[in-house]
């Protein structure tokens, strides 16, 4: 008979996530291990949710208009998985993941655009946030009525730490990228800063840690070292790793898309298998891979919705497919729309419910074509197009401007 899992990181989410040594907010190769596994363990780590707690489960999104971005996100961590060496693969299963007992919630929202904004910042500027509520494997909130799924749970970081070498890389490629346009809102990319950092047991030597803050890269957006977004919790992936020794790192929130996922506080199982000589064996690939696990929400019928690579005033690019997805998206919401719902309930929607986005096609220039597709079944009344236009209107329970900051 097997042994429960070892739980080898707690966490205590009545107490601040800066006063537990547990967590960090940054990538730095010298922020040292907090406990270690061998190759083949079972292993359970608690993880408080990215914002450290910034976000309560209440009716307002002054919340997330005032929440401190510097301080994303709050890693588990870092675990040494020991006997690796420079040169070998790191395979990781995914084998659970839960809310923590008794904060079986989570939370989506809409960045301001003045503090981070999101892929359609220009279209909703303002600040909005949705609270879900979890039954088992069933997510539904009070924000957005008519809705219930099955989510599709991940950890939202689970990646390794870089080298110093890999480090410099990143830091370089986004001053490039921000100097060619340092004004913009929001920013093209953020740079090591020492406001908001957290950097684990480190914090005990101020002097040690506002030098690794100096040169230490934010933990968003994804890199060489992974952040992921698989189709199903119990996926497995294979990491390469950068430093002497082995360091994964964890976050966990349930899938998203656009402007942030339902990030939970939570629980995962994991399982490392240890691949000597990986890089040689996967032919030195830059990023790591990852193989769907069997779990996964079962849905038969879609709305999926078309955008091409042409712009707002009518103008034609080339093989866009940043704006073909975008007009996708705004196509998705306009439509929802027509049922009560306003632009900002459909897209915290789409940034949380199992929907899929596809690229389809690059074939016929000039227009790349991408789609965007939403389970019909997740809506407890009939959302398929109808002749005459649309009966069902709902009624929302909780008004717009309660979800939506104020300014």
């Not at 040292?32 to 949710?49: I, L, N, Q």
């Not at 420079?86 to 989570?106: C, F, K």
Request: glycine share 8%; proline share 7%.
């Amino acid at each position: 008979m097997k042994q429960s899992p070892r739980t080898l990181i707690s966490v205590d989410l009545t107490k601040s996530a800066r006063s537990q040594p547990v967590h960090h907010n940054r990538w730095h190769p010298d922020i040292p291990p907090v406990a270690s596994v061998h190759p083949g363990e079972v292993f359970r780590v608690e993880c408080v949710d990215c914002m450290g707690g910034q976000i309560g489960n209440n009716d307002s999104a002054d919340d997330v208009l005032n929440v401190d971005l510097s301080q994303v996100h709050y890693l588990s961590g870092p675990i040494q998985v020991e006997g690796t060496e420079p040169g070998d693969y790191l395979e990781v299963e995914i084998l659970e993941i839960q809310p923590l007992q008794g904060h079986e919630w989570g939370f989506s929202g809409i960045f301001d655009v003045k503090n981070g904004g999101g892929f359609l910042y220009d279209y909703f500027p303002r600040a909005a946030k949705a609270i879900w509520d979890f039954e088992g494997i069933y997510a539904s909130s009070r924000h957005i009525p008519g809705v219930r799924f099955a989510g599709l749970v991940h950890p939202g970081v689970l990646a390794t730490a870089p080298s110093q070498e890999l480090l410099n890389k990143w830091n370089h490629r986004k001053a490039d990228l921000l100097a060619t346009d340092r004004d913009r809102v929001p920013a093209l990319a953020y740079l090591p800063d020492e406001k908001g950092s957290f950097l684990g047991a480190l914090e005990n030597n101020p002097a040690v840690a506002r030098r690794i803050a100096a040169e230490a890269a934010r933990s968003a957006p994804p890199r060489e070292n992974c952040d992921i977004c698989p189709e199903d919790q119990r996926s497995g992936f294979q990491f390469m790793y950068w430093g002497q020794i082995c360091l994964l790192e964890i976050c966990i929130f349930p899938k998203g898309m656009f402007c942030g996922e339902i990030e939970m506080a939570g629980a995962i199982t994991l399982k490392t298998k240890l691949i000597k000589g990986g890089m040689a064996l996967h032919g030195n690939l830059r990023n790591p891979i990852f193989m769907p696990g069997p779990v996964e929400p079962r849905f038969s019928r879609y709305i999926s919705f078309q955008g091409i690579s042409v712009d707002e005033q009518g103008i034609q690019h080339h093989l866009d497919a940043t704006l073909s997805y975008k007009h996708a998206v705004l196509n998705c919401i306009d439509y929802f729309k027509r049922f009560g719902y306003t632009g900002e309930q459909i897209y915290l929607l789409l940034s949380s419910c199992p929907c899929k986005g596809k690229v389809n096609a690059f074939v016929d220039v000039p227009n790349a074509c991408c789609y965007i597709s939403i389970p019909t079944e997740i809506f407890d009344f009939d959302v398929t197009p109808k002749d005459g236009g649309h009966v069902v209107k709902i009624t929302t329970n909780c008004p717009d401007q309660a979800v939506t900051a104020k300014l």
